[in-house]
C-alpha cells in the first residue's frame, strides 16, 4: 500500500497542515481516508487520480474530517473529467452518514449521490468485519470521541496492514485492536496537558504503541501547539519504536 498525506492538520487554520485527509492507494484500488474541505484540492495538488477514487472512509462527522464530501461530490457531478466515469464509488461511515449527506442535498438541491458513475453509502456499525474494496478486508473499532467515531484497520490480502485512529481519546481497546501492524496512524492532538479527554497527547499515543508493537507510528491530527517541537525525539522518550511526524505531501509504503 502507498499512502499520500493530504492534511496532517485540524479544525484550526494553519499555513503548513490541512485538516484531515489521507489518500491510500490498495492493490485493487484508492480509498480516501476523511474528507477535510481542503481534500478536494490536496487531491489534485498531489497528482493524485481523484477521477478514478474508488472509496471514502469518513471516521466521524466532525468538519475537519468530512467538510470536503459533499464539495468533492459537487466537483465529481459537475467535472469534464468524470463525466465517462463508469466506475462505482462507495461512501462508508459510521451511523448517520446518510443523514449527514441528506442535509448537505437539502441545503443546496444538490442530488449529490446522481452522479455520471454509481455512488453507493454504506453505513458501518463498529466492531465489524468487511471488504472495503476487493482483497482489502476493513475492521472497525468504536473510540470516544464521538458517537459514531469509528476506527479502521485495513489489510491487504498479503497480511500489510494500516491502522487508522482518526480522532480518539485514550482506549486501552485502540491497541489491541492495532497489535503488530505495519503502519498505526494515530491521531495525536496535543503534548502534553491535554485540554479534553476525547484526544490523544503524545503519552497516550506511545503508551498505544506499546501496547501494539507495530513497525512504524505516523502521528496525524496535529494542532499548531506542536509547532518547533521534535516530534519523533520526544515520542522516543516513551517507546523506542519508529515515529514519524505526519507533514502535509508526505508518502510513504506499507509492505508486510
Ligand atoms: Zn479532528
Ligand atoms: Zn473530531
Known amino acids: 500500500m502507498r499512502l499520500v498525506v493530504l492534511g496532517s492538520g485540524t479544525s484550526v487554520p494553519h499555513p503548513q497542515r490541512a485538516a484531515s485527509a489521507h489518500w ?23 497528482n493524485l487520480n481523484w477521477v478514478e477514487l474508488d472509496a471514502i472512509w469518513i471516521s466521524h462527522f466532525h468538519l475537519d474530517h468530512v467538510g470536503g464530501l459533499a464539495p468533492f461530490l459537487f466537483g465529481t457531478k459537475h467535472a469534464p473529467q468524470t463525466r465517462e466515469r463508469r466506475k462505482p464509488l462507495t461512501i462508508y461511515g459510521g451511523h448517520g452518514l446518510k443523514k449527514l449527506l441528506s442535509a448537505f442535498d437539502e441545503a443546496g438541491d444538490y442530488n449529490l449521490l446522481k452522479q455520471p458513475f454509481p455512488v453507493e453509502v454504506r453505513e458501518v456499525a463498529p466492531g465489524t468485519e468487511f471488504e472495503l474494496l476487493p482483497g482489502l478486508r476493513a475492521q472497525t473499532l468504536s473510540t470516544p470521541h464521538t458517537s459514531e467515531s469509528l476506527a479502521v484497520r485495513l489489510t491487504e490480502e498479503d497480511g500489510a496492514s494500516i491502522v487508522y485512529t482518526s480522532d480518539t481519546g485514550y482506549t486501552d481497546a485502540l491497541g489491541a485492536f492495532a497489535e503488530g501492524t505495519q503502519l498505526f496512524m494515530m491521531e495525536c492532538s496535543f503534548w502534553r496537558n491535554k485540554p479534553v479527554e476525547t484526544h490523544l497527547e503524545l503519552s497516550d499515543a506511545m503508551r498505544l504503541a506499546r501496547r501494539a508493537a507495530p513497525r512504524k507510528v505516523l502521528l496525524t491530527h496535529l494542532y499548531p501547539e506542536w509547532d518547533g517541537i521534535d516530534i519523533p525525539a520526544e515520542a522516543r522518550k516513551d517507546w523506542p519504536g519508529q515515529t514519524i511526524a505526519a507533514t502535509d505531501g508526505l508518502r510513504m509504503t506499507i509492505e508486510r
Open 24 to 46: 491510500l492507494d490498495a492493490a485493487s484500488g484508492s480509498v480516501l481516508l476523511d474528507a477535510s474541505a481542503a481534500c478536494v484540492h490536496r487531491m489534485a495538488q498531489e
